[in-house]
């Protein structure tokens, strides 16, 4: 007996269909300059995030996260940098969800 299982999702958690959307990204620098940019999701989940961004972020820096959907509403998360690899002169970051203010 043949058993499909190529259309069941693993994960245990909620994954959202992000992919290849711009959400916006703010952190600040060592310096204390305020960062803006926008990046595109390459792909996010319910613990975490990773998106292609134009230069790097620094792992451990927390940044604000923002998601808006097709009609203008935002929705803003905090997450960490966990990592990020430098891919043909841009950057992917991977990022985990963290609450407001969570230092490390």
Not at 44 to 58: F, M, T, W, Y
Request: net charge negative; charged share 35%; aromatic share 6%.
């Amino acid at each position: 007996m043949h058993e499909q299982t190529s259309n069941i999702e693993k994960r245990r958690s909620l994954r959202l269909d992000m992919e290849k959307e711009l959400i916006g990204l703010e952190w600040q620098c060592e310096d204390g300059k305020i960062i803006k940019r926008q990046a595109m999701c390459i792909d996010v989940s319910n613990g975490g995030l990773k998106v292609n961004i134009d230069r790097p972020i620094i792992t451990n820096q927390p940044v604000k996260v923002t998601f808006r959907d097709k009609l203008g509403a935002s929705n803003q998360f905090y997450a960490r940098v966990l990592r990020e690899t430098e891919v043909h002169d841009w950057y992917d970051v991977a990022m985990i969800f963290v609450e407001q203010g969570e230092d490390k």
